[in-house]
């Protein structure tokens, strides 16, 4: 009975200390987590604070008062055309995201950029994506700096806030995209794009995993697209999902040096990196059938060059359905009736794309 009882009391203590072993190694796991979590994160913030850049204004005009990530919110997001950091840049990709944390929701408007518009601190109506250039302070002595001039552009053509703003060039997307492991998209039809290198990259229909140097030329093509512009920026909306998507996944922490390293001078960031843990939650809460794509309906038309005219009407329609997301009553647009006759006008006025701040590139690389 003894040697029983002993034997129990030995089993006993051997499953205490096992216990004891298991909870440390639990215990040291997850300090181990929180430590290599909290070396990242602060390595992240690191390399976003030193992107961070706000809006050159206090609050936007189109608000009352300022807003906080727990109201529904804007993000502009700006691709813009530059491979390297450099402040001669234009607005490649403009896609206005209506953030609303209380439905989580999502409504994008990707804008062509060669919408005809009025541009923010001028007196002329050209391509919206003559915008940086003419916020350059050294271009115009109203200049608020190319990002905010943007940005205040694209509220006049949609009579909405721009709360914040994400800016990318190319090399940063490239790099990005290689750093997440490429992105997955579906081709819907048969095209070839020519990318930076000079390289023509094939795309067949169906899946197709792609490198960063693809995913541009597949986010750029136009000219192939039967649906114009707006192919393209279905395009570019379906890589940005998909993009988001695999930067949320715990998969990605592995890839911290890469991304911080893709960040480097080819980001700009009009969001407090204090905010971004606030703006991932959002995110991961949002259904991906909540997200919607406000599709424009315009028209092209080529005068001295090419533009895309955007009807008042049409401009009161994407207005009313942003401000409804955004918990704003609604407001009539300030008219721009006369573009296509102003855009008439001054393709016999000499006014060359310099004037503008528009340059005619080839097609060679690019997205025309």
């Known amino acids: 009975m003894e040697k029983i009882e002993w034997s129990r009391s030995k089993r006993l203590q051997k499953k205490k200390k096992k216990r004891k072993w298991v ?101 002329q109506k050209t391509k919206i994506n003559a915008s940086a250039y003419w916020g350059k302070p050294e271009v115009n002595p109203k200049g608020p700096g190319p990002v905010t001039n943007t940005a205040l552009t694209v509220e006049h053509l949609l009579n909405v806030p721009v709360d914040y703003y994400v800016r990318v060039n190319f090399q940063g997307f490239i790099d990005v995209v290689d750093a997440l492991g490429g992105v997955d998209v579906n081709v819907k039809f048969p095209f070839s794009q020519q990318h930076f290198g000079g390289e023509v990259i094939p795309f067949k229909p169906g899946p197709k995993h792609l490198n960063g140097n693809e995913a541009l030329a597949y986010v750029r093509m136009r000219k192939q697209d039967p649906r114009g512009d707006a192919g393209r920026n279905e395009r570019q909306r379906e890589v940005m999902t998909n993009l988001m998507d695999r930067a949320m996944s715990l998969s990605t922490l592995g890839k911290v040096d890469e991304l911080i390293k893709a960040v480097g001078d080819n980001l700009q960031l009009g969001i407090d990196p204090k905010d971004i843990p606030r703006l991932q939650s959002i995110y991961k809460k949002i259904p991906k059938k909540n997200i919607q794509n406000v599709q424009i309906n315009g028209e092209n038309k080529r005068l001295d060059l090419w533009y895309y005219f955007i009807p008042d009407s049409e401009r009161q329609r994407l207005s009313d359905i942003l401000r409804k997301q955004l918990e704003l009553k609604k407001e009539p647009i300030e008219p721009m009736h006369t573009e296509l006759q102003d855009a008439e006008n001054n393709q016999g006025s000499g006014m060359s794309t310099a004037d503008t701040g528009t340059q005619e590139t080839s097609d060679q690389g690019q997205a025309y």
């Open 23 to 123: 909870y440390r190694v639990i215990t040291l796991s997850i300090l181990a987590v929180f430590i290599i979590g909290g070396y990242l994160f602060y390595q992240v913030w690191g390399a976003l604070a030193g992107t961070y850049d706000p809006l050159n204004r206090g609050k936007s005009s189109k608000r009352d008062t300022a807003v906080t990530m727990d109201d529904p919110f804007t993000i502009l997001l700006i691709g813009s055309d530059n491979r390297k950091a450099s402040s001669d840049w234009r607005p490649d990709v403009l896609i206005l995201a209506a953030v609303n944390p209380h439905t989580n929701s999502v409504k994008m408007v990707s804008i062509p950029r060669d919408t005809y518009t009025k541009i923010a601190n001028t007196d």
